[in-house]
């Protein structure tokens, strides 16, 4: 291991420390978040200890996401900064697991009633805290997810491994996103993608960018090598600025409100936060319009200019996450119980969390809308990459066909709406309602979407790398060619796919976990659109693909996917029994 790894990190962890705990203590002070509590008070330890120990989870977190993120995208696996970052994923998943531990035993410490003595009955009250409540369990998934990347990443060393330990450490996110002021917002689901999302970017923010220092400060690279990782981190900050600016919006106009609640305590922080995000992006753009330009072009001391500005951009982002976890414990001008909990609800309104919708009408397919920001920013982003892979070709006098550029922008567009207006918001109350989603999303718009040919674009649009580190175009190669997928895309298995998941998802607990959670629903939703745009691909697919079954064929499988579809479809016309009857019999 290089020597001069461990204290470029350590260096790196202080001025991140530094900003982090300033602006903590500040906004704690300034939100009231560690102020004594009226009923029974766990002590200062616990009411400072919970926030500092959750802003040490995201940094830790940040750490292994976007170190992970470096080796996977912008790293030679040639180099020995590829080592390098697989060690600093091992530590910030190591320090996201011990933080977590604190993290658990101090709201545990929180909202038990008596003090903390470590006999036997708190012992036992302890387990069922961590066993049989929801924060308690979110909390034992996040230790476990954390141990487990820990352990992983100090096992692979392929592009593969590393693929799986990011997912992983990705996946340790969403237990936190559901809890804090999520988790009592009245537009539960929408605060749940917002934070799931701004902490994801966030941390591949933050930690690329500690990667960045730490490459700079042990390996020294030449200014050439350095502008290349520089340059590769800088596309990647730019769309995690982007996505992190609008997931904190979405959060703010959620437990903010009105505008006059920006100058409560809360709004004074979110002020705060939202100086330290323009400043950062202001770093951002120095990047992008003189320090790479200097740096490509050699000149004298241009790395250790730029080593200066990360270095004050990490402790800005220590003073943006200090301010982020200090907003989680201050109260929002928004009530965090709903007002279905406030009143004498309906069963629908307890199940939902929401109130119950007008009734519906199909016109409300296009006039409600329901904001769920993953889906919102997936969709964005596909369309403008798109758009930009058309107008590349173009530019350089390659044809590539109108209609699949509107294939892809149509398919999209669908998708937005599907997951965004009347039939995401109607489809948790209306059978049928959910059903018409369901056959968007797994006909219709994986069908326009194989239209367009995506794969084929990307690989002829974007260029090729040629150092040993993987791009978006590497990637997407290596998963089309890649024998799961050659598996899972022939025409037989796709089809049986295609059909099979309907009575698996319809007639398993997995349809009520698709309701009754926010995760499930996510989940339901990729599994659609993965199970069309497998079958829609394998018959009609302009990709290139390892199959290419005879027309006969691709009738038949055509007709008997019709037939089965039909089947089931009558089974659940002329079936007398409700599915999920405590869900769907409860809607009114």
Same mark, same amino acid.
């Given at each position: ?17 530094? =900003? ?5 203590l500040?906004?704690?002070?300034? =939100? ?27 940094? =830790? ?8 993120? &470096? ?7 040639? #180099? ?15 320090l ?18 008596e003090?903390?003595?470590? #006999? ?64 009592g ?43 290349t990782?520089?340059? *590769?981190?800088?596309? !990647?900050?730019?769309?995690?600025f ?12 959620? *437990? ?10 809360y ?17 951002g ?21 730029? &080593? ?7 402790a ?37 969390g929401?109130?119950?919708?007008p ?13 769920d ?6 969709? !964005?982003?596909?369309i ?8 590349r %070709? ?14 892809w922008?149509?398919g &999209? ?29 797994? &006909?219709?718009?994986?069908? %326009?979407?194989v239209?367009?040919?995506p ?11 040629? #150092?040993?580190?993987?791009?978006? *175009? ?28 309907? !009575?698996?998802f319809?007639?398993?607990p ?6 009754? #959670? ?24 302009i ?11 691709c009738?038949i ?8 579809h ?8 002329? =079936? ?13």
């Amino acid at each position: 291991m290089n020597t001069r790894l461990l204290p470029a990190l350590t260096s790196v962890f202080f001025l991140l420390l530094i =900003g982090l705990s300033a602006a903590l203590l500040a906004g704690l002070a300034t =939100g009231g978040g560690a102020q004594p509590l009226l009923l029974a008070d766990p002590g200062a330890i616990a009411r400072y200890g919970l926030p500092s120990a959750t802003a040490l989870v995201h940094l =830790g977190a940040a750490l292994s996401i976007g170190s992970l993120m &470096m080796a996977a995208l912008v790293i030679s696996s040639k #180099d020995a900064a590829f080592n390098s970052s697989l060690v600093v994923a091992a530590i910030g998943a190591g320090l996201t697991t011990v933080a977590s531990v604190f993290s658990a035993f101090f709201t545990f410490a929180i909202i038990y009633v008596e003090p903390v003595s470590f #006999d036997q009955r708190f012992g036992e009250v302890l387990w069922l805290y961590l066993g049989g409540t929801e924060v308690g369990r979110a909390w034992l998934v996040t230790i476990a997810l954390s141990a487990l990347v820990t352990v992983l990443v100090v096992m692979v060393r392929s592009f593969v491994g590393v693929f799986v330990a990011g997912l992983l450490a990705v996946a340790s996110l969403w237990p936190l996103a559901e809890q804090g002021h999520a988790a009592g917002t009245a537009n539960h689901e929408a605060a749940v993608s917002a934070s799931f999302t701004h902490s994801v970017f966030a941390a591949m923010w933050i930690g690329g960018l500690a990667m960045v220092a730490v490459i700079a400060w042990s390996h020294k690279p030449p200014a050439q090598k350095f502008h290349t990782v520089l340059s *590769r981190y800088s596309t !990647i900050a730019l769309v995690s600025f982007l996505v992190v600016a609008a997931s904190g919006v979405t959060n703010a106009w959620l *437990r903010v409100g009105e505008a006059s609640a920006m100058f409560s305590a809360y709004g004074a922080l979110v002020a705060a936060k939202v100086v330290a995000l323009v400043l950062l992006g202001g770093a951002g753009a120095l990047y992008r319009t003189r320090l790479l330009a200097s740096l490509a072009s050699g000149v004298r001391g241009s790395t250790a200019v730029t &080593m200066r500005v990360v270095a004050a951009e990490l402790a800005l982002m220590g003073v943006a996450s200090g301010l982020a976890s200090a907003l989680a414990r201050t109260a929002t001008p928004v009530p965090e119980i709903p007002a279905t909990e406030l009143a004498v609800a309906t069963p629908s309104e307890i199940l939902t969390g929401e109130l119950l919708p007008p009734e519906f009408e199909w016109s409300m397919v296009i006039t409600t809308w329901q904001l769920d920001l993953l889906w919102a920013l997936i969709v !964005i982003f596909a369309i403008v990459y798109y758009v930009w892979g058309h107008l590349r %070709l173009a530019k350089r006098g390659d044809a590539w066909p109108v209609g699949r550029t509107i294939a892809w922008v149509s398919g &999209m567009v669908v998708l937005g709406i599907t997951t965004n207006a009347g039939l995401g918001v109607y489809g948790t109350y209306l059978f049928s309602v959910h059903m018409v989603a369901h056959m968007i999303l797994s &006909m219709a718009i994986p069908l %326009l979407l194989v239209l367009g040919a995506p794969v084929t674009l990307a690989s002829r649009a974007i260029a090729g790398r040629k #150092d040993g580190s993987r791009g978006p *175009r590497e990637w997407i190669l290596a998963a089309v060619h890649s024998r799961y997928l050659g598996f899972l895309g022939h025409p037989l298995v796709a089809a049986v796919i295609f059909g099979l998941s309907l !009575i698996v998802f319809y007639y398993s607990p997995l349809f009520s976990w698709a309701l009754e #959670d926010h995760l499930g629903h996510q989940w339901m939703i990729v599994h659609f659109l993965a199970s069309g745009y497998l079958f829609a691909q394998s018959l009609v697919g302009i990709d290139p693909t390892p199959h290419n079954p005879p027309y006969p064929l691709c009738l038949i499988i055509v007709l008997a996917t019709m037939g089965f579809h039909a089947f089931f479809g009558l089974s659940l016309i002329y =079936g007398t029994g409700l599915l999920v009857p405590e869900w769907y019999g409860a809607m009114g």
